[in-house]
T-cell receptor
Framework: GAGVSQSPRYKVAKRGQDVALRCDPI?????LFWYQQALGQGPEFLTYFQNEAQLDKSGLPSDRFFAERPEGSVSTLKIQRTQQEDSAVYLC???????????FGPGTRLTVL | GENVEQHPSTLSVQEGDSAVIKCTYSDSASNYFPWYKQELGKRPQLIIDIRSNVGEKKDQRIAVTLNKTAKHFSLHITETQPEDSAVYFC????????????FGQGTILTVHP
């Protein structure tokens, strides 16, 4: 079946621009996670959704980062007024329930100039 | 917060040799310990995982061992092949009910033919 998909795969933004990154989880998966992966590092947790409820947003680095999952399926990660330090790969993962295997999407590579 | 330390950061072996990667974690409440393989520019893919009620798990050439007392777990790859070359990440769930993963820094494994 279809895995987790993300779009766009690559995004170049000028400093100060807003960006929106999309995640399509595996159909039926209740849990959805966003991670940030800097070059040469492991993924770092940003936020977690159970259906449409955002239950943990402790990893969001600043109030410029906002995530939503309004209908409990597709999720969008929005970054306002992008900064150079926001440059990273943003990974989305979904799991059937919270305690199950997380399946990752291919990521969106964000470059802020 | 939870901390996962991974060693070594790079590992170079000859084809057919074994490779071992070790991780230590800080939160004694951690219950779930997955290992992901990430090829360059690709998504992380789960290769094996273990839960806290088990000390060892094996899947063909790959095995994971867990020592909860010492708070460390290890990945063992036997009869390595060039296609095993990738970055490997360990992770744990920090005891969260929803599976929030904290990742190690990664190990670059190179298998020389």
């Amino acid at each position: 079946g279809a895995g987790v998909s993300q779009s766009p795969r690559y995004k170049v933004a000028k400093r100060g621009q807003d960006v929106a990154l999309r995640c399509d989880p595996i159909s039926g998966h209740v849990s959805l996670f966003w991670y940030q992966q800097a070059l040469g590092q492991g993924p770092e947790f940003l936020t977690y959704f159970q259906n449409e409820a955002q239950l943990d947003k402790s990893g969001l680095p600043s109030d410029r980062f906002f995530a939503e999952r309004p209908e409990g399926s597709v999720s969008t990660l929005k970054i306002q007024r992008t900064q150079q330090e926001d440059s990273a790969v943003y990974l989305c993962a979904s799991s059937l329930t919270g305690a199950d295997t997380q399946y990752f999407g291919p990521g969106t590579r964000l470059t802020v100039l | 917060g939870e901390n996962v330390e991974q060693h070594p950061s790079t590992l170079s072996v000859q084809e057919g040799d074994s490779a071992v990667i070790k991780c230590t974690y800080s939160d004694s409440a951690s219950n779930y310990f997955p290992w992901y393989k990430q090829e360059l520019g690709k998504r992380p893919q789960l290769i094996i995982d273990i839960r806290s009620n088990v000390g060892e798990k094996k899947d063909q050439r790959i095995a994971v061992t867990l020592n909860k007392t010492a708070k460390h777990f290890s990945l063992h790859i036997t009869e390595t092949q060039p296609e095993d070359s990738a970055v490997y990440f360990c992770a744990d769930d920090g005891g969260t009910s929803y599976g929030k993963l904290t990742f190690g820094q990664g190990t670059i494994l190179t298998v020389h033919p």
